[in-house]
């Protein structure tokens, strides 16, 4: 039997709102191994990030891991720490924002636009908390992660529905499962990876890469692997570069066991030996810029590809607070919105207004 929260108000006159909640991985409170220690054990703990029979896992968590890595992850949280704290929950907190900012300038300032982390905080159930005390009654649910992944997306959904399961007045619950091939999401990798080119000129290969899976995974149904390629393929077609120098590799393996292929750190030392001189590399999975970028790619897998005689090494950054990914952002909100949006809006003439801009999002996709 649940335990319910008690209900924060009594209301006969409730009107409905509509809250969005977007919602990233989490990162440690600080670059420390105390503040690395909780947040690795709730995340390495999540049986969707690590499929591993518990009876097994839990020794060597509890055994090793938790003994050793929390120290070696902070010296590299630590490399990329900011005065504002965490990179990717600095984006966030501004890509909330900007987005409110947005949708407020387009008439939707009756949303509630609030952010969440799945792993450390906020919690998505205190968050989730808040909003309810701020008389959410519609929720749409935006994990910050373009491309789906069980490992990623459906831990999301799990989590939301173990929150609400402490609720006796529940609200209606919309999901973004993806937008790996959004067209405004695109458009902002393609304009970005074009800015980066007029400024410094182009690459022999650029590389996108994203966070790896173990290959496991994809032998057991998770489409992970075929978005990032959708992606790779469609920012390669937006650009209008020969396919062959556009890669898509896959970084972060953790553990022994096989993970996606081709890793990129690899690729990158084999592209160097090949006489390779100048690689540029993006990482699309990513809409913020944290640990497994600034840190794994920009300073690591930079070193490497330099220490086998690469000339040149360009990180093109994540998304991050750009304009055009924004606008998207807002987009895709408005499009899975849809008829909530008629009650999102303040007023008769930017209801109706709304629901026409509504109609027309999503023709031609
Ligand atoms: C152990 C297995 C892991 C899987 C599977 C995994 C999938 C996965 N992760 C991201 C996005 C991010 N991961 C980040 C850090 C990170 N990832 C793992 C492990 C797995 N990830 C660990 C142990 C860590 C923590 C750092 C470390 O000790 O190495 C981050 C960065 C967080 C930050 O604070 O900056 C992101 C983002 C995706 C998209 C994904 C599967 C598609
Ligand atoms: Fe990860
Ligand atoms: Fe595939």
Request: proline share 7%; hydrophobic share 40%; charged share 25%.
């Amino acid at each position: 039997m649940p335990r319910y929260r008690p209900e924060p108000i009594h209301r006969h006159d409730s009107t409905p709102r509509t809250g969005v909640l977007l919602v990233n991985l989490g990162t440690p409170a600080a670059p420390t191994a105390a503040a690395l220690r909780p947040y690795l054990k709730q995340f390495l703990s999540d049986p969707r990030v690590v499929e591993i029979p518990r009876l097994v896992w839990w020794p060597i968590l509890n055994g090793i891991i938790l003994n050793t890595r929390p120290k070696a992850s902070a010296q590299k949280y630590a490399s990329i720490w900011t005065d504002e704290g965490s990179p990717l929950l600095v984006h966030t907190v501004r890509q909330t924002k900007l987005l409110a900012g947005y949708l407020a300038k387009d008439g939707y300032d009756g949303l509630d636009i609030d952010y969440a982390m799945r792993y450390g905080a906020p919690a998505i159930g205190d968050t989730l908390d808040a909003m309810r005390a701020r008389g959410c009654t519609r929720i749409l649910v935006v994990p910050m992660y373009p491309q789906y992944s069980a490992s990623t997306t459906a831990t999301v959904v799990d989590e939301v529905g173990r929150s609400l399961a402490r609720w006796r007045n529940q609200p209606e619950m919309r999901f973004v499962r993806n937008f790996h091939d959004d067209p405004g999401y695109i458009d902002a990798l393609v304009k970005s990876v074009r800015e980066h080119w007029a400024a410094n000129g182009e690459p022999e290969r650029l590389l996108l890469s994203f966070h790896g899976v173990p290959r496991r995974s994809l032998d057991l149904g998770d489409p992970y692997h075929c978005e990032c390629h959708k992606t790779g393929r469609l920012v390669a077609e937006g650009l209008g570069v020969a396919r062959e120098r556009v890669l898509v590799t896959f970084q972060s393996r953790f553990g022994k066991a096989e993970w996606l292929k081709p890793y990129t750190q690899p690729t990158l030392e084999q592209l160097a030996a090949e006489g390779v001189r100048r690689v540029d590399v993006m990482c699309p999975g990513f809409v913020a810029d944290c640990l497994e970028t600034l840190e794994e790619i920009a300073l690591e897998c930079k070193e490497a590809f330099l220490e086998k005689g690469g000339q040149a090494f360009h990180y093109i950054p994540c998304l991050n607070e750009r304009d055009a990914w924004i606008k998207a952002l807002a987009a895709l909100v408005r499009k899975h919105l849809g008829n909530w949006l008629e009650i999102a809006a303040p007023d008769a003439a930017a209801r109706s207004a709304a629901l026409e801009r509504a109609r027309t999002l999503g023709a031609g996709q």
